[in-house]
């Protein structure tokens, strides 16, 4: 019998729709094409169902999500729409929070065809992954800050429980990183232990992890430097893991130096569930025009099949998570199908058909 998968879809805000379904279609034929089954579940939620019924985030949607096998999300949220104290509509983020997602994985990879500002040398690959601990950190009083008539005040948190998962997941990332041929098997621990005792107590979870896995190279990083080598030696690194905030920030490092939020996939893994999504918002100042770029959702859904195979041991579903990341690659190397942000005329249909044929070709 064939084997299914559950997955929820979150088609969101914005360009949320437009992005989904040339996504969705790709996934169905290549399913399909090699035997197994993916069975799609909408979720309606975000800012406009918000704005239509006073519900951001309906019960029922997250209980599809946490029924679900994956969960496949596009971006959620509209500068106009936001609740009563003046905060937007961010659904991503109570999920994040309501399935213990404590794991952003922000992948950084450089390709031909990349708009990148960077200057690399011919023989310098950027390949490196950054996980952004996404439940705590700086996040923690999220919505909840203190503020008076002269002071605000949040508060940073940071728990034994969720980084010693965290640092594991970094670790077992970079020993497939490396058995895959694409990481050499190092971690840097990206912090600011040298001021904030907080930090420290995150760099000794982070040592005690690392002392489990002597055939790993581990290191640190202060934030300020790591922003600095980024730019200047990005090819030197692997596997990085860091705070929520100080992740939020070096992830939108990382989509510059691929060129553009259009082409930068994300995942948000925990242990018992995971949302793949593009790094980008919704982008309200194109939806509606076909323009949007969909490579940042695809390449999120090639990490979704890239999980679910590792997860329950099918290889043809990593396989496929391969060949739909290649294909990606490959469309945007050969510059022929690139939307308007890449300096292209396609629109977001040709650009995702160009995918679609290729990677049904393989
Ligand atoms: P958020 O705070 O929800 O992450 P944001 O306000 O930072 O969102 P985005 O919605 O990501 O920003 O948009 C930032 C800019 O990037 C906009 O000009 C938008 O049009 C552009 N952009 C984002 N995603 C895409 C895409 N997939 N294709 C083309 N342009 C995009």
């Not at 997602?101 to 490196?128: I, M, S």
Request: proline fraction near 5%; aromatic fraction near 8%; include cysteine.
């Amino acid at each position: 019998m064939t084997e299914r998968f559950s997955i929820a879809v979150f088609e969101g805000d914005g360009i949320g729709p437009e992005i989904t379904g040339p996504t969705v279609d790709i996934l169905t034929a290549l399913a399909e094409k090699n035997g197994y089954g993916l069975d799609f579940q909408a979720c309606p939620a975000g800012a406009a169902h918000y704005a239509r019924t006073g519900e951001a985030l309906p019960d029922r949607a997250l209980q599809r999500a946490r029924d679900a096998d994956a969960i496949l999300l596009s971006a959620m949220g509209l500068p106009s729409v936001r609740y009563p104290d003046g905060t937007e509509i961010s659904p991503q983020i109570d999920l994040r929070k309501a399935l213990t997602l404590f794991a952003g994985v922000r992948p950084v990879r450089l390709f031909p065809g990349l708009k990148t500002p960077l200057n690399l040398p011919p023989d310098r690959q950027v390949d490196f992954v950054l996980i952004r601990e996404s439940t705590e950190g700086l996040f923690y009083t999220q919505g909840r800050g203190e503020v008076t008539e002269d002071e605000a005040r949040e508060t940073l948190l940071i728990t034994r429980k969720i980084s010693e998962q965290l640092f594991e997941f970094a670790f077992a990332l970079a020993r497939t990183r490396k058995a895959t041929g694409r990481g050499r098997g190092q971690v840097t621990c990206v912090d600011k232990a040298n001021v904030f005792r907080a930090f420290a107590f995150f760099r000794a979870l982070f040592d005690a992890e690392a002392a489990k896995h002597p055939d790993l190279v581990a290191d640190h990083a202060y934030v300020d430097a790591t922003a600095l080598w980024f730019v200047l030696k990005p090819w030197d690194f692997d596997v990085l893991v860091t705070e929520n905030m100080f992740g939020d920030i070096l992830s939108d490092l990382g989509a510059g130096l691929m060129g553009g939020l259009g082409v930068a996939p994300s995942a948000d893994i925990g242990l018992d569930h995971a949302v793949f999504q593009p790094c980008h918002g919704s982008a309200p100042d194109i939806a509606g025009q076909g323009v949007a770029n969909p490579m940042a959702m695809i390449l999120s859904a090639a990490m979704m099949l890239d999980w679910l195979g590792l997860r329950h041991k099918r290889a043809r579903l990593v396989e496929d998570g391969r060949l739909l990341r290649q294909a990606v690659e490959e469309v945007i190397g050969t510059g022929t199908h690139l939307t308007r942000d890449m300096g292209g005329r396609a629109t977001t249909q040709t650009a995702a058909r160009a995918v679609r044929d290729l990677v049904l070709s393989r």
